[in-house]
């Protein structure tokens, strides 16, 4: 579904250059969940932005369902994210004013493949895949809870359908009791209904909920590699 080569992002300033992203290369099949874990300033984000078609790198290649992404117009990148990528952030960037059906609808005002009469049957089925309960659909956004606002963003980067799904430090506003109720969130969408999930972090704890850990450091990836913990589990519960 993915595949990266070379993928290097340098920032210049007068005669310094800073590498944010440094020979970058890895590929990601459709299905998998895959954290991509790294302290601040590793280049995480910067590979955050280059994969959902935000930002372009100085070299090397990407690939997202065998479309040359860097080859593309600005056109046709902002239809491959209204499209075939859901973002899920840290900051929720829901509209406070706003009830949870409208928020979740607002993708598909811009979606002209979406009949208008479709948009409030599609956001119920997203709300219902990212598991909010039904008596809160019609609140204002400012009305819930932080694990709910982000099960509504959730649901809101679901109703377009999209291929994949890219969440930046979604946990990142949220205590841990909660942030483990988003996680299995994922797990779900993932485990049930096959979503392919790109999770950004700098937490450890929070990578191991994938099933694959990429790791960056200063713009390099370091490791790669399936997580073990997780199989271990896996295994654990079968026996």
């Not at 959902?52 to 040359?68: H, I």
């Not at 009469?117 to 609140?139: D, P, S, V, Y």
């Not at 799904?165 to 797990?187: C, H, M, R, W, Y």
Request: charged fraction near 30%; proline fraction near 3%; aromatic fraction near 6%.
């Amino acid at each position: 579904m993915i595949k990266c080569e070379h993928l290097t992002k340098i920032y210049k300033t007068g005669d310094t250059e800073t590498y944010a992203l440094n020979d970058a290369s890895f590929e990601i099949e459709k299905g998998e969940f895959v954290a991509i874990m790294g302290p601040s300033g590793s280049g995480k984000s910067t590979l955050m932005h280059i994969l959902g078609a935000l930002d372009r790198p100085s070299s090397g290649t990407y690939y997202l369902n065998e479309k040359d992404m860097l080859n593309l117009s600005d056109n046709d990148l902002a239809e491959i994210r209204a499209h075939d990528i859901g973002f899920v952030f840290q900051s929720f960037n829901l509209l406070p004013r706003t009830n949870v059906i409208k928020n979740v609808i607002l993708p598909l005002i811009y979606d002209k493949k979406t009949l208008p009469e479709k948009r409030k049957e599609r956001a119920e089925e997203a709300l219902k895949a990212a598991g909010l309960n039904k008596e809160r659909w019609h609140h204002l956004s400012n009305q819930l809870s932080g694990g709910q606002m982000q099960r509504v963003a959730i649901a809101r980067a679901l109703v377009n359908e999209p291929d994949l799904i890219l969440a930046d430090e979604p946990t990142g506003n949220l205590d841990s009791k909660t942030g483990e109720i988003v996680l299995a969130t994922f797990q779900d969408l993932n485990d049930n209904q096959g979503h392919t999930i790109i999770l950004i972090t700098h937490e450890r704890y929070v990578a191991e909920h994938a099933d694959r850990i990429i790791e960056i450091r200063d713009g390099k990836i370091v490791s790669d590699e399936k997580n073990k913990r997780k199989i271990v589990s896996a295994i654990d519960k079968l026996s």
